[in-house]
């Protein structure tokens, strides 16, 4: 009698704990405590030995009956746990494919590139080749054969980086000019994209800017010429209603030299923020090569002239996209730089 109390109590708790049981690891701990070889119910199975005969079967059926009531509990639980793990993941691996797609975002080109390339582009189809020289210069090549020594008052207005005595970050791209003309003989047509730097620092200056310089060098070339490439250019890149005027200017290597400006595009002349209400926007200097400078790069200045200029990208890049201050373009900003 005592042993079938046992089985019951024993069924009942089994039961319990099986229906609670929270995962199918505890679930297999559970078998093995009630049923397994060692467990709870064999244990009892195993002291039916020690019974009288008598009791034997009827301890024997109620021990199978609670044996088959926890197998079935454990079957069922089983089930729902199992069941259970695949619903969660089928949940976690699911699939919206009405969900809209996650976009990659791309680079592009900053608007410096975009803008150089542009006016490579223009300029390679009037046929001037692309030069390149290093922003580390000397002042040989800075200055000096560009017919501006050392003691020269134009050195003053170009506030220079030193590196070391003699060498200079590049305040301008003319040294391109020296570098062709000492490796090329005439006819020579160039233009020199590349950084340059000076100690300057507000809306319109940055102390790294970019600068296409122009050579071209021949028999019989005129200011005419370089009126007529300035005008084309200027037509090509912006439109054929952009006005261009040329101003008497001063550089040591080319004579005479002049700035060039144009026809603010922003307000087509009205004057605007972008040209200071001018109306017109400062878009290059330029001028006849210097016989100096031929001297400097071996040609004979008797049978050759030439043009040459030099102008902002920076600068063509703000009036183009009415950029208000030059520092937008080094900032890496990609709310600015998203929009080109
Ligand atoms: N190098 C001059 C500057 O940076 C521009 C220039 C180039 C002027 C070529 C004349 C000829 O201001």
Redesign the pocket.
């Known amino acids: 009698m005592q042993l079938q109390i046992e089985l019951e109590i024993l069924r009942a708790s089994a039961v319990a704990s099986i229906e609670q049981a929270s995962d199918l690891k505890l679930l297999e701990e559970l078998r093995v405590q009630f049923l397994g070889r060692k467990g709870q119910v064999t244990e009892i199975l195993r002291g039916l030995t020690q019974l009288p005969a008598e009791e034997r079967p009827s301890v024997g059926q109620t021990a199978n009956v609670v044996k088959t009531a926890i197998a079935e509990a454990l079957e069922l639980r089983k089930a729902t746990l199992e069941a259970a793990v695949d619903h969660a993941q089928a949940e976690r691996e699911q699939v919206d494919l009405s969900l809209p797609g996650r976009r990659r975002r791309k680079g592009h080109m900053h608007v410096i590139s975009q803008v150089t390339e542009e006016v490579l582009q223009i300029m390679f189809e009037l046929g001037f080749q692309i030069a390149t020289g290093p922003d580390i210069e000397t002042e040989y090549y800075n200055f000096d054969s560009l017919n501006t020594p050392a003691d020269h008052p134009a050195r003053d207005s170009h506030d220079t980086f030193f590196v070391k005595p003699g060498v200079v970050l590049r ?4 040294p391109v000019q020296m570098r062709v003309m000492e490796r090329a003989k005439p006819p020579v047509a160039i233009v020199a994209p590349g950084r ?1 730097y000076r100690v300057d620092l507000d809306a319109s200056h940055s102390p790294m800017f970019n ?1 296409i ?1 122009g050579l071209l060098v021949d028999e019989g070339v005129s200011f005419a010429d370089l009126k007529g490439t300035i005008m084309l250019f200027v037509h090509r890149f912006f439109s054929k209603e952009t006005q261009i005027r040329f101003r008497p200017h001063f ?1 040591p ?2 004579e005479p ?1 002049a700035e060039v400006d144009i026809s603010c595009t922003i307000c087509k002349g009205q004057g605007c923020r972008v040209c200071k209400g001018s109306g017109w926007s400062e878009l ?4 006849m090569v210097h016989p100096e400078v031929f001297r400097y790069a071996g040609y004979d200045y008797e049978k050759y002239t030439g043009f ?3 102008f902002g990208i920076d600068r063509i890049a703000m009036q183009r996209h009415a950029i208000s201050s030059i520092s937008y373009l080094f900032e890496n900003d990609l709310r600015f730089l998203e929009q080109f």
Not at 171 to 174: L, V
């Open positions: 305040t301008h791209t003319s340059v600068q310089e550089f290597f080319t030299s290059l200097g330029c001028g040459a200029f030099g």
